[in-house]
Nanobody, 127 residues
Framework: QVQLVESGGGLVQAGGSLRLSCAAS????????MGWFRQAPGKEREFVAS????????YYADPVKGRFTISRDNAKNTVYLQMNSLKPEDTAVYSC????????????????????WGQGTQVTVSS
């Protein structure tokens, strides 16, 4: 069956960096666009970044532009999220999603656009 497994979360001080990974199995990875979302306590799931199947088209949420970088390695069936200059407001559970439908700027920002999800990894940024 399809599995998405995130790793790399943890506790970091403000201004620090973390690199999240999402390893996929059970699907043809290069046929899926991938997205990162986050959810803080008491808040809705929020779009962070997405990357097209080939990696050639990327979108970011405004709060993370210039600080976060999404990338993928189709040979390793893995998508990454490099997070720099972290802020306390970045604290959340970060999850990756996979979808094989449309890849448009508005569509990929919707959680219901994604077919598969990982369990998430906690990122905590202390001030």
């Amino acid at each position: 069956q399809v599995q998405l497994v995130e790793s790399g979360g943890g506790l970091v001080q403000a201004g620090g960096s973390l690199r999240l990974s999402c390893a996929a199995s059970g699907l043809s990875f290069s046929s899926y666009a991938m997205g990162w979302f986050r959810q803080a306590p008491g808040k809705e799931r929020e779009f962070v970044a997405s990357i097209s199947r080939s990696g050639g088209l990327i979108y970011y949420a405004d709060p993370v532009k210039g600080r976060f970088t999404i990338s993928r390695d189709n040979a390793k069936n893995t998508v990454y999220l490099q997070m720099n200059s972290l802020k306390p407001e970045d604290t959340a559970v970060y999850s990756c999603g996979a979808q094989a439908r449309l890849y448009g700027s508005d569509y990929v920002r919707r959680p219901n656009a994604y077919d598969y999800w990982g369990q998430g990894t906690q990122v905590t940024v202390s001030s």
